[in-house]
């Protein structure tokens, strides 16, 4: 059974930074697959902000994060990273970890809240000006 299970979370002030990760467990056979980094609003729908293909690749970005974020992958921990700099108001919000059945590239196909599969809790972000 596949878990994803985040931590990271906490308060940053406007401008700051903070590091989300997601340790990922549960497939088999190294079976590549696309890890995605969702943010959900209070009253808002889940929105992606960043996914990577395990297999390798260029990771994909909402514009509303491209140049600020950063997603990685740490195979060798089964961790996927989002560092988050120059956090906004905007990006405060829960924080999802979402990954697809494999294989699924998320490079090529994208990665949206419908084309997920398996969801973490969720870790909490407070932006303050």
């Known amino acids: 059974q596949v878990q994803l299970v985040e931590s990271g979370g906490g308060s940053v002030q406007a401008g700051g930074s903070l590091r989300l990760s997601c340790v990922v467990s549960g497939y088999t056979y190294s079976r590549k697959h696309c890890v995605a980094w969702f943010h959900q609003a209070p009253g808002n729908e889940r929105e992606g902000r960043a996914a990577i293909y395990t297999g390798g690749g260029t990771p994909v970005y909402a514009a509303s994060v491209k140049g600020r974020f950063a997603i990685s992958h740490d195979g060798a921990k089964n961790t996927v990273y989002l560092e988050m700099n120059r956090l906004k108001a905007e990006d405060a919000g829960m924080y999802y970890c979402?990954?697809?059945?494999?294989?699924?590239?998320?490079?090529?196909?994208?990665?949206?809240?419908?084309?997920?599969?398996?969801w973490g809790k969720g870790t909490l972000v407070t932006v303050s000006s």
């Open positions: 979402a990954a697809t059945r494999p294989p699924y590239d998320c490079e090529s196909s994208g990665f949206r809240s419908d084309g997920m599969d398996y």
